[in-house]
């Protein structure tokens, strides 16, 4: 059974204290790893998919990797305004294109 | 970029009533739309996979009568609830896939049931 552990569950930086958010991932066959930001009262908002072991992906301050159990979200000098919960799903091979998605991690941003 | 719409935001509704919530893709047309469920500080919950033309097929545990789902077009796609309780108070959330197999979010609809 597919399954996706996401640690910390809440995170408190302070502004410029960069860290990485984990995602660890039990799948049959990976098809895709996705991240999500979401906001209280908001849908997921996309930020990147991760096809295979060794990719990296970069948008602002944030940069995705992927291995083959885990991936990792850096936050380079994050602002306030980086604050969401972040989320991480995976989709297998399976052909249903169903996401897994894990718990989350809450990221408070201090100024 | 790919938007998903949905309709009402917020909805309160007495026990016993049914609820209708719309999901749009705007800009693309989706062949499989999801419907997950939401509970506070927790994870997104899949409820059922929603294929146009065909029935929804629904995860183990949701009751098919009671969250019935319609694709019946390549943009829209509906969740009833029917014979709303306060235990079915929640925020709703649809997703829409497009061709590359990427899922784009609507912003929610909360659901509260007095």
Redesign the interface.
Known sequence: EDQVTQSPEALRLQEGESSSLNCSYTVSGLRGLFWYRQDPGKGPEFLFTLYSAGEEKEKERLKATLTKKESFLHITAPKPEDSATYLCAVQDTSGTYKYIFGTGTRLKVLA | GAV?S?HPSRVICKSGTSVKIECRSLDFQAT?M?WYRQFP??????MA?SNEGSKA?YEQGVEKDKFLINHASLTLSTLTVTSAHPEDSS?Y?C?A?DSQ????????T?LTVT
Do not use: A, H
């Open positions: 998903v949905q499989t999801f500080k927790k994870s997104l919950m899949l996979t097929t925020f959330i997703s896939r197999y990427e899922q784009y979010f609507g912003p929610g909360r």
